[in-house]
């Protein structure tokens, strides 16, 4: 009972990143992600639908879908991950459910969701 105890106070110290309770299924957000390309590192910024959140302590993470030049990619982002560097919500949008794998069938028509107000 004790270990659990320390671990979960470490683990509120080091959770600087509140992204998680902020951001929502169905939202549409923007994620900075640090890039080293040789000897430079540079921030990469792209644009997903959050699909799916799980939460597991320290494990947090979210499952994002994107479009990149016509192909559809699903991503996981590990929110304590030392390469995201920032998240933005652009549009804020309403699902009924708490994940929306059903989009992965659909086309890009289909997949509208009500825009609630941020």
Same mark, same amino acid.
């Given at each position: 009972?004790?270990?659990? &105890?320390?671990?979960? @106070? %470490? =683990?509120?110290? $080091?959770?600087?990143?509140?992204? #998680?309770? !902020?951001?929502? *299924?169905?939202?549409?957000? &923007?994620?900075?992600? @640090? %890039? =080293?390309?040789? $000897?430079?590192?540079?921030?990469? #910024?792209? !644009?997903?639908? *959050? ?7 320290? @494990?947090?993470?979210?499952? $994002? ?42 086309s890009k028509k ?9």
């Amino acid at each position: 009972m004790a270990n659990t &105890k320390f671990v979960k @106070k %470490i =683990e509120t110290k $080091l959770s600087f990143k509140n992204y #998680f309770d !902020e951001v929502r *299924v169905g939202d549409f957000i &923007k994620v900075g992600m @640090k %890039i =080293e390309d040789g $000897l430079k590192k540079r921030i990469q #910024f792209f !644009e997903a639908t *959050v699909i799916a959140k799980k939460n597991a302590n320290s @494990k947090n993470c979210l499952i $994002l879908r994107q479009l990149i030049q016509g192909i559809r990619v699903e991503r996981i982002l590990f929110l304590d991950s030392p390469l995201v560097s920032q998240i933005h919500i652009l549009r804020a949008f309403k699902a009924r459910q708490s994940k929306i794998y059903f989009y992965r069938n659909r086309s890009k028509k289909n997949t509208r969701l009500k825009q609630r107000l941020i």
